[in-house]
């Protein structure tokens, strides 16, 4: 079975950083799209920034010029670099895998902004 297995949530203060990391634990490839998303409390879960199948990458408005996101094929990881954070970013954090058939999505990390 397959699992995406994200890692380095936690506390941080408003302005500080945290590195998110996804890893898939099988060798699959994600064609289709390879992404963050995130879910706050009461609202929708939304991109935060992913890869396309073609290879762009893509950013939430809000995520721009403060996140960034990296793969590494090698160790089949995600990356998320995130810079210069808001209160507004709390959420939990999920990885996503889309090919081909199929849909995976890791269990969450939670990020907690405090201002």
């Known amino acids: 079975q397959v699992q995406l297995v994200e890692s380095g949530g936690g506390l941080v203060q408003a302005g500080g950083s945290l590195r998110l990391s996804c890893v898939v634990s099988k060798s699959i490839f994600c064609f289709n799209g390879f992404a963050w998303y995130r879910q706050a409390p009461g609202k929708q879960r939304e991109l935060v920034a992913g890869?396309?199948?073609?290879?762009?990458?893509n950013y939430a408005d809000s995520t721009k010029g403060r996140f960034t996101i990296s793969r590494d094929y090698d160790k089949k990881a995600l990356f998320l670099q995130m810079n210069s954070l808001k209160p507004e970013d709390t959420a939990d954090y999920y990885c996503?895998?889309?090919?081909?058939?199929?849909?995976?999505w890791g269990q969450g990390t939670q990020v907690t902004v405090s201002s």
């Open positions: 996503n895998c889309r090919g081909p058939g199929y849909d995976y």
């Open positions: 890869f396309s199948s073609g290879g762009r990458t």
